[in-house]
């Protein structure tokens, strides 16, 4: 249920706390993007600032359904491998029911097991790391002590298998981001993995199958597949939620939810915001404290000041994206104008922009920021303004043809 692209800005964090990922977890080494409208794209390539970073694709569980592969891919076992190397006990084993304290001085009591009679544990302290499409953020729920998650949306993913060498051809190791400017959706991506694509489609609203259908029967994308594929009678595919904001009061007394079920940088890097809430978390407990007040303070108020209000900027930055992208004539344009500067100051802007878009290395307000760069729309304003009038004198035409 995640794309699973380990963003240059997390694998530098990642190196940086000695977790090094083995060549059997890093499915394939991403060396670039290619952002792709209706009939025009323009390949991305890495920011000078980000030349020496790496971006990987790994998969979350041991591959995709109904696929041949038997070693172990996993990039979550390989990260509580890790972790049980470091000494911790593993109890695999399903939560059933949460008590928290009503106290400062009572421990949190977790109650587990497959079938009853269930096991209790007494804890000084519970994280709750389960994301939100756990069926325990009902059960979190109804605890009342505040906590209420956030505001979802269904994307929808897809696995496709396809041959190394037609992969290879095809994306050059490229993830492929896909603006098309139709509805429902915001942007696809098509991620390769080595004997695999990985499809990944958001919308303004719940997707299903048949926007998936939609999707990889248009034309543009048609491209990217094999002249005679077809899909497939069994394949992999999910619809999870992603995030739209941020919980309220993912914490108690002894009690902390990180994560997506708690506060995420919204439509990228989920994987990364957990990262970084869980190193909030930990630090607030092992230097602060464990109480409400201390993850308040010392946990939710940073991560609500470094996630959830950028957040409000992409929801502005997509909006606008948005209204961009459903006008091919503006879009067509600016990128060609752009295309044929290669190597200019506004190329090399526009590139940076639309490659911190496209991977969430940087944060919404930066993003922004380079947006509304003055040099930048004053070059673009000639452009705009001859594509309009073109489009519109295009349109006259067609409708006295109709007539």
Not at 22 to 47: C, R
Not at 186 to 212: C, E, H
Not at 243 to 259: N, Q, W, Y
Not at 334 to 346: A, C, E, H
């Amino acid at each position: 249920m995640c794309a699973a692209v380990i963003a240059s800005s997390l694998h530098a964090r990642l190196t940086k706390d000695g977790i090094d990922l083995p060549e059997n977890i890093v499915h394939q080494e991403i060396k670039g993007y290619y952002f792709q409208t209706k009939e025009y794209g323009i390949e991305l390539y890495k920011p000078e600032q980000n030349v020496n970073r790496k971006v990987i694709t790994v998969y979350r569980g041991n591959g995709p359904l109904y696929s041949p592969h038997t070693q172990c891919y996993s990039f979550d076992d390989y990260l509580l491998k890790h972790v049980i190397n470091k000494g911790v006990n593993v109890i695999y084993e399903p939560v059933q029911e949460l008590i928290l304290p009503t106290d400062h001085d009572t421990t949190a009591t977790i109650i587990y097991g497959k079938r009853k009679p269930y096991n209790e544990m007494s804890v000084d302290l519970v994280v709750g790391a389960f994301g939100v499409n756990s069926r325990i953020v009902s059960i979190i729920e109804n605890l009342h002590f505040g906590y209420l998650p956030p505001k979802t949306i269904k994307t929808c993913i897809m696995e496709i298998p396809l041959s190394e060498t037609f992969i290879k051809k095809s994306f050059n190791s490229c993830v492929y981001v896909f603006a098309l400017g139709l509805k429902p959706f915001r942007f696809a991506s098509m991620i390769p993995k080595r004997d695999y694509v990985t499809v990944i489609l958001a919308g303004n609203r719940d997707l299903t199958k048949k926007d998936l259908i939609r999707f990889l029967t248009h034309p543009t994308v048609r491209k990217k597949l094999p002249d005679d594929w077809q899909l497939p009678e069994k394949f992999c595919m999910c619809i999870p939620k992603i995030t739209l904001s941020h919980a309220k009061k993912p914490f108690a007394d002894r009690f902390v939810i990180v994560g997506d079920a708690s506060i995420s940088k919204i439509y990228k890097n989920g994987l990364e915001s957990a990262y970084i809430t869980s190193q909030l978390a930990a630090r607030t407990a092992f230097e602060k404290g464990i109480s409400n007040e201390d993850f308040h303070k010392y946990y939710f108020k940073p991560a609500h000041k470094l996630l959830a209000t950028d957040n409000l900027l992409g929801t502005l930055i997509l909006i606008v994206s948005d209204f961009i992208t459903k006008r091919n004539w503006l879009v067509k344009a600016r990128l060609s104008y752009v295309k044929g500067k290669k190597g200019s100051w506004i190329a090399n802007h526009l590139n940076t922009l639309l490659w911190n878009m496209v991977t969430g290395d940087a944060s919404y307000k930066k993003i922004l920021i380079q947006a509304l760069h003055p040099l930048f729309q004053i070059k673009l304003i000639p452009v705009t303004i001859k594509a309009f009038f073109i489009n519109i004198i295009k349109r006259t035409i067609r409708h006295k043809d109709v007539m």
